[in-house]
C-alpha cells in the first residue's frame, strides 16, 4: 500500500505545454510538498499547503500552480512548458512534527 | 541563515569501511536534523534523524553525531556495504509549527565491492 503516490511517474511534453501531475497521500497527513530535484540532485521546496490551505509559496514562477482538493490530495498544474522545468518533481507529507515521507518522483522532461 | 552546507559532494569508499558525510548549518531555531538516503529512481526516505538535545544517534550501523555550538552534524555509516551505494541528504527544520525542510546539496556515496 504506498503511502505517498504521484502520477505520471515519467512525462515527455513539447515546450509550451500545460500538464499536470497529481499526489495523494494515504498516511492522514495534514501537511503535503512539492520539491523539485533538478540535474544535480538538489532538492529545493516549491509549496507547501496544510489542511488544503497554501503555506509555502517559494520563488516559484506562476506558470506553476498547486491545488488541493481535500487534505490528501496535492496536484501541481505548469503552464506554458519551459526547457529549463526539466526535472524531478517529488510530493511529500507529514505530520507536524515529524518527518516527511516522499513519493517516487515524476520525471519532467520538455522538448 | 537558511542554508544546509553539505559536505563531501561525492564519496567512494571500500566496502567495510566507514563513511562519513558533513553538514553545516546557521540557524540556530533549526531543531530537528533528518538524513535521508536516495536509491536511483526512487524518493528520499528517513534515514535517521535528531534533535539538538542530544549529541549522538545511532540505529543500527548508522550514527549521527550532533555538535550544537558548532552548528554541525554528521552521518556515520560503519561497515559500509554496496548497498549503501545511494544519495544521501541532510535536512534541517525548524519548530513544529513549522512546514519547510531545508535540505543540504546532497552526497553521492558509492561503496565498492
Known amino acids: 500500500d504506498t503511502a505517498v503516490s504521484q502520477t505520471p511517474k515519467y512525462l515527455v511534453t513539447q515546450m509550451g505545454n500545460d500538464k499536470s501531475i497529481k499526489c495523494e497521500q494515504n498516511l492522514g497527513h495534514d501537511t503535503m510538498y512539492w520539491y523539485k530535484q533538478d540535474s544535480k540532485k538538489f532538492l529545493k521546496i516549491m509549496f507547501s499547503y496544510n489542511n488544503k490551505e497554501l503555506i509555502i509559496n517559494e520563488t516559484v514562477p506562476n506558470r506553476f500552480s498547486p491545488k488541493s482538493p481535500d487534505k490528501a490530495h496535492l496536484n501541481l498544474h505548469i503552464n506554458s512548458l519551459e526547457l529549463g522545468d526539466s526535472a524531478v518533481y517529488f510530493c511529500?507529507?507529514?505530520?507536524?512534527?515529524?518527518?516527511?515521507?516522499f513519493g517516487q518522483g515524476t520525471r519532467l522532461t520538455v522538448v | 541563515q537558511q542554508q544546509v552546507k553539505q559536505s563531501p559532494q561525492s564519496l567512494i569508499v571500500q566496502k567495510g569501511g566507514i563513511s562519513i558525510i558533513n553538514c553545516a548549518y546557521e540557524?540556530?531555531?533549526?531543531?530537528?536534523f533528518p538524513w535521508y538516503q536516495q536509491f536511483p529512481g526512487k524518493g528520499p526516505a528517513l534515514l535517521i534523524a535528531?534533535?539538538?538535545?542530544?549529541s549522538e544517534k545511532k540505529e543500527g550501523r548508522f550514527t549521527i553525531s550532533f555538535n550544537k555550538s558548532a552548528k554541525q552534524f554528521s552521518l556515520h555509516i560503519m561497515d559500509s556495504q554496496p548497498g549503501d551505494s545511494a544519495t544521501y541528504f541532510c535536512?534541517?527544520?525548524?519548530?513544529?509549527?513549522?512546514?519547510?525542510?531545508?535540505f543540504g546539496t546532497g552526497t553521492r556515496l558509492k561503496v565498492l565491492a
Open positions: 511529500a507529507s507529514n505530520q507536524q512534527g515529524t518527518e516527511a515521507f
Open positions: 540557524n540556530t531555531a533549526f531543531d530537528y
Open positions: 535528531i534533535r539538538p538535545d542530544v
Open positions: 535536512a534541517a527544520k525548524k519548530g513544529s509549527g513549522t512546514y519547510k525542510y531545508i
